[in-house]
């Protein structure tokens, strides 16, 4: 397998334009996790998903977020409008059954807002 | 809430032993992860602690004493490429990540 795939690898967007971050969990695994991390706050669950539906989307910061998972391949992560403080690394990740199985995580993807 | 706590930095000679500490406070929880994350890239599972005592994987081993809301992890006869950050993550309902300890290791 090729384990969870994300693209881009990075993003420079300048302030107020829209980012949209993609994500291909492993095939199989019912659960789907989006992550934030910053050298500050270190890595934070930002939502994640089981068969596709939304559980818990407490950790998204502000309604500028949003996340869907139309299928059980393909999930991505919106910011719109970005700002300066949005830059950070966004990992996905996934895995195989409960919440809290071991997670495989994706290379993230790396936004710089300017 | 939960909290976790780790040190910073850290630094060792190649072919020695280290051990990274964490202390955590949580109403309850599954268990307890080691993620090892080089820079630039993702975290990968390196070890998971249930039950209290030490659970021994090639080089790397990990300790959980629930009563003592503490967890180690040791790494023996190190290498350079074990230069990377080691994350404590509490499993509760979700994963909470510790922001980790960044270990250097020197010739």
């Given at each position: 397998?090729?384990g969870?795939?994300?693209?881009?690898?990075?993003?420079?967007?300048?302030?107020?334009?829209?980012?949209?971050?993609?994500?291909?969990?492993?095939?199989?695994?019912?659960?789907?996790?989006?992550?934030?991390?910053?050298?500050?706050?270190?890595?934070?669950?930002?939502?994640?998903?089981?068969n596709?539906?939304?559980?818990?989307?407490?950790?998204?910061?502000?309604?500028?977020?949003?996340?869907?998972?139309?299928?059980?391949?393909?999930?991505?992560?919106?910011?719109?409008?970005?700002?300066?403080?949005?830059?950070?690394?966004?990992?996905?990740a996934?895995?195989?059954?409960?919440?809290t199985?071991?997670?495989?995580?994706?290379?993230?993807?790396?936004?710089?807002?300017l | 809430?939960?909290?976790?706590?780790?040190?910073?930095?850290?630094?060792?000679?190649?072919?020695?032993?280290?051990?990274?500490n964490?202390?955590?406070?949580?109403?309850?929880?599954?268990?307890?992860?080691?993620?090892?994350?080089?820079?630039?890239e993702?975290?990968?599972?390196?070890?998971y602690?249930?039950?209290?005592?030490?659970?021994?994987?090639?080089?790397?081993?990990?300790?959980?004493?629930?009563?003592?809301?503490?967890?180690?992890?040791?790494?023996?006869?190190?290498?350079?490429?074990?230069?990377?950050?080691?994350?404590?993550?509490?499993?509760?309902?979700?994963?909470?990540?510790?922001?980790?300890?960044?270990?250097?290791v020197?010739?």
């Open positions: 397998d090729a969870v795939i994300q693209s881009p690898r990075h993003e420079v967007t300048e302030m107020g334009q829209e980012v949209t971050l993609r994500c291909k969990p492993i095939s199989g695994h019912d659960y789907l996790f989006w992550y934030r991390q910053t050298m500050m706050r270190g890595l934070e669950l930002l939502i994640y998903f089981n596709n539906v939304p559980i818990d989307d407490s950790g998204m910061p502000e309604d500028r977020f949003s996340a869907k998972m139309p299928n059980a391949s393909f999930s991505t992560l919106k910011i719109q409008p970005s700002e300066p403080r949005d830059s950070a690394v966004y990992f996905c996934s895995s195989l059954t409960r919440s199985d071991t997670q495989y995580f994706g290379p993230g993807t790396r936004l710089t807002v | 809430g939960q909290n976790i706590d780790q040190p910073t930095e850290m630094t060792a000679t190649e072919g020695a032993i280290v051990q990274i964490c202390t955590y406070q949580t109403s309850g929880f599954n268990g307890l992860f080691w993620y090892q994350q080089h820079a630039g993702a975290p990968t599972f390196l070890s602690n249930v039950l209290d005592g030490l659970e021994e994987k090639g080089r790397f081993s990990s300790f959980l004493s629930r009563s003592k809301g503490y967890s180690y992890l040791l790494l023996k006869e190190l290498q350079m490429k074990d230069s990377a950050s080691y994350l404590c993550v509490l499993n509760t309902d979700k994963l909470i990540f510790g922001t980790g300890t960044r270990l250097q020197f010739p």
